[in-house]
């Protein structure tokens, strides 16, 4: 909890920083808002992004709600506007990582922690697969994850960063196909290894039956998570889009911090020694060539 408030005191000392430069900085002012009304504007987010802000680093959770809520808000609004005009795309970028940052430090003050164990509710909890065509499953999963994040996703993210004014370019095309040929290579591989060895798939609703340690598997203990990190931020690269590759190390930091322990968890719940041994063993990220 002491986390969250003191996230919502910066957050609250920020936004006071942020509106002197608007209003003394005409540079500052285009940037963030673009063409629209500063003091309108002002009229609204300070006592609902500022005040709310300082009264949540004190303490009063429903404060926090609100800063949160109108954060979330803005820069879904701002996205919005400057994709439209074209403007106001660093303040896009600005309010994206407040509302990402306030939805954060809200949890930690409302419920003392994150709630990462929500990400395997449902449909999406650990369960042990069961007989049936594994590899053909994996196989359509991938088909579905790669079409969505790497094809997607990057180029909705890509068109964006052209609308809000962000973009620089720069020559990775080549770099980056051969980045995500090798990485794809890679995710196939340990995708084939789970599904033929493992008896599963990569989605938590259908995990593999054994512990899995051949393969790319001996030399580093989620190379699948690996690919697609590497995957992710080839495709960037080949985009010569830097919000593209921004989005893949954000992705690897939230997979790490709020995936991973979950997963490595079940998986020592279900193996026990073999797993724990195996994770002493082999790293997660960094692969053991030997």
Request: with cysteine; proline share 5%.
């Amino acid at each position: 909890m002491l986390w969250g408030r003191v996230y919502f005191g910066v957050q609250a000392l920020g936004g006071v920083a942020w509106w002197i430069a608007v209003f003394s900085s005409p540079w500052v002012r285009a940037a963030t808002l673009g063409g629209l009304d500063p003091v309108l504007v002002a009229a609204f987010d300070i006592p609902l992004f500022v005040v709310a802000s300082a009264v949540a680093a004190l303490g009063l959770r429903a404060a926090a709600w609100v800063a949160t809520a109108w954060t979330l808000l803005v820069a879904l609004a701002l996205a919005g506007y400057a994709a439209a005009t074209t403007e106001a795309g660093c303040g896009v970028l600005i309010m994206a990582a407040a509302a990402g940052g306030s939805v954060v430090a809200l949890s930690l003050v409302a419920l003392g922690r994150v709630p990462t164990e929500w990400i395997t509710a449902g449909p999406f909890a650990f369960r042990t697969a069961k007989r049936g065509p594994h590899l053909l499953l994996t196989v359509l999963q991938m088909l579905g994850f790669w079409g969505l994040f790497l094809v997607i996703a990057p180029l909705v993210i890509a068109w964006l960063e052209q609308r809000w004014g962000l973009r620089v370019e720069a020559p990775t095309l080549w770099l980056g196909v051969a980045l995500l040929v090798l990485a794809s290579g890679l995710g196939v591989w340990s995708a084939i290894t789970m599904a033929t060895i493992g008896r599963g798939t990569p989605l938590p609703s259908a995990m593999p039956a054994s512990l899995v340690v051949a393969g790319p598997y001996r030399w580093v203990r989620n190379p699948m998570a690996v690919a697609g990190i590497v995957q992710g931020v080839a495709v960037g690269l080949a985009l010569s889009s830097w919000l593209v590759v921004a989005y893949a190390l954000i992705g690897s930091v939230l997979w790490n911090y709020a995936v991973r322990p979950l997963e490595e968890a079940d998986l020592e719940r279900r193996f026990g020694d073999e797993y724990r041994a195996y994770r002493d063993e082999i790293r997660c990220w960094i692969p053991r060539l030997r």
